[in-house]
């Protein structure tokens, strides 16, 4: 498309056009308006100087009759600038007056009209346009008194000249204006068109240009770069995510594999067989255990899970999961301290909630073993922080660096000496992503000795449930998370 063809497509030109017309229709109409109501005052006026003119040739006449009559009108015919009059016989015949020739049949009938006259006798001349007034006298003569309608054929004249000159102000004025815009426009809307073809070809670190008018054209670029920004950030997420797959997958996929291998080679007996391919099973289970992790943060990041939300209280779930591990706790040698009393009302899911207090847990006993000479139990409260609902997860064990605080939750990234336990480095990914959904944070801090993981979501608001009500809600949601539990085989990632 040529580049006016461009600019006769765009919204701003179709925009200025219809303004254009608007505005030369309402010029139109307040002109042909201005100039019809001062032709009419004008042609007012002459009326009444006329009115006036023979309403004092009449009180001559009076006085002096015909002849007086006759004085006054040669007099007033000769001074400049003079006033239209005539006076004639019954016949038609010219006695005295300015007016040289008339359309035959003017003086026929008395009023007051508009007429077409000769200032003399010459018939050739253009004739001009009078309003006159028109007696009939005594005794049949004619007497004509009227003004020269000119002045206000000038005027006209002067309003269509002036709205000549305004229509082709307006036009080249619009046609300027809105000619400048478009090109800024369209330049604007072709940088954009430039920039996202360089991203649609492929290169996600494009930006479109932002200007500093923030006007509608700059808010729309800004709020497009936010978002390339995060396709940005997920395609980051995603190329890592699949780089990290690659990676971790083959390790126990290999595994997997040589176990088969070796007990085709190896076995002799069917019950070698038999525990070769248990232990290939079990290999399996944690691999799809990955996979649904795996999977469900993904669900997570993407906000997949905003549509099983409901109310629940957030103490309930942090007591419920402390429970579960309390026989866990006691083998292990220390015990879970809980204090969630408060009620804390949240809108979210219950399970992921659970699943992410369960995987806190789950390290605290993995990792959270005490060191020497600094005991005690786990502990997880559930408390409320101005409008927020915190659960802790603490324990007394060597803690997290501060420089690995932030990797560590980071997917698939796990510390040299949690080598020896069983995991993926997926838990503390799959409780910041909940935290995430929910709108809050997971942080890790030092518990002096230890870890203290705090898992942070904002608080409904009001708590409505009848407390008959709370309690049946407390026992389904128990019972939902040992659901949830056992669809894990009872094992947090
Ligand atoms: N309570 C803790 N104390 C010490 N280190 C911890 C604790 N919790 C987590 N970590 C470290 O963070 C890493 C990541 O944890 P996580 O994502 O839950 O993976 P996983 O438990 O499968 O190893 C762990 O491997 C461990 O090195
Ligand atoms: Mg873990």
């Known amino acids: 498309m040529t580049a006016l063809g461009k600019l006769f497509h765009t919204t701003a030109f179709k925009l200025s056009l219809a303004y254009l017309v608007v ?6 109409s307040l002109l042909g308006y201005v100039a019809w109501n001062t032709g009419r005052v004008l042609t007012d ?17 009076r006085v002096g009759g015909l002849r007086r009559l006759v004085n006054i009108v040669e007099r007033r015919s000769r001074q400049p600038g003079a006033s239209l009059y005539l006076l004639t016989t019954p016949a038609g015949e010219r006695i005295a007056g300015n007016v040289g020739s008339l359309a035959p049949g003017t003086l026929d009938e008395a009023g007051l009209k508009e007429i077409a006259y000769g200032r003399n006798e010459d018939s050739e001349a253009t004739p001009q346009s009078a309003l006159v007034r028109i007696y009939i006298l ?3 003569f004619r007497l004509l008194v009227g003004r020269d309608l000119e002045d206000r054929a000038r005027l006209r004249d002067v309003v269509w000249r002036a709205f000549g000159w305004s229509l ?3 036009i080249v004025l619009g046609c300027a204006g809105g000619w400048f815009v478009m090109r800024r426009v369209l330049k604007r809307v072709d940088a954009m068109t430039e920039t996202a073809r360089t991203i649609m070809a492929g290169d996600l670190s494009g930006r479109l240009p932002v200007g500093r008018a923030s006007d509608e054209l700059d808010r729309l670029a800004q709020n497009l770069n936010v978002m390339l920004d995060r396709i940005g950030e997920l395609m980051a997420g995603m190329r890592e995510v699949s780089d990290n797959i690659a990676h971790d997958l083959k390790t126990p996929l290999t595994r997997l594999r040589n176990k088969a291998d070796e007990a085709l080679r190896m076995a002799r007996t069917p019950d070698d067989l038999r525990a070769a391919l248990e232990a290939t099973i079990e290999e399996s289970d944690s691999l799809i255990r990955i996979f649904n992790a795996l999977l469900m943060i993904a669900r997570l990041e993407a906000g ?6 409901a109310d629940f209280d957030a ?15 006691e ?11 408060e009620p804390l009302p949240v809108h979210g899911s219950r399970e992921l909630l659970g699943q992410a207090v369960a995987n806190l847990i789950d390290n605290a006993l993995k990792y959270g073993a005490p060191q020497a000479g600094a005991a005690g139990p786990i502990t997880v409260s559930a408390t409320r922080d101005l409008d927020c609902a915190v659960i802790t997860v603490a324990d007394r064990g060597p803690g997290i660096p501060t420089a690995e605080r932030g990797r560590v939750l980071e997917r698939f990234v796990r510390l040299e000496a949690a080598r020896s336990r069983p995991g993926f480095g997926l838990g503390l990914s799959l409780a910041a992503a909940v935290a995430r959904l929910h709108g809050g944070t997971l942080r890790l801090e030092d518990n002096a000795p230890g870890l ?9 608001g009001e708590v409505h449930a009848s407390p008959a009500r709370e309690e049946g809600a407390a026992s389904e949601a128990a019972e939902r998370l040992r659901q949830l539990h056992s669809a894990t085989q009872g094992q947090p990632v």
Do not use: C
């Open 452 to 460: 203290r993981a705090v898992l942070s979501v904002p608080l409904r």
């Open 168 to 170: 082709l102000l307006i």
């Open 315 to 329: 103490a309930d779930v942090a007591r419920g999961v402390a429970e579960l591990y309390e026989a866990a706790a």
């Open 304 to 309: 997949n899970a905003r549509e099983t939300m």
């Open 23 to 28: 505005f030369t229709i309402f010029a139109f």
């Open 138 to 140: 005594p005794g049949g």
């Open 45 to 61: 006026q002459i009326a009444s100087t006329i009115g006036a003119e023979v309403h004092g040739l009449d009180e001559q006449y």
């Open 331 to 341: 083998e292990a040698g220390f015990g879970i301290d809980v204090s969630a009393d």
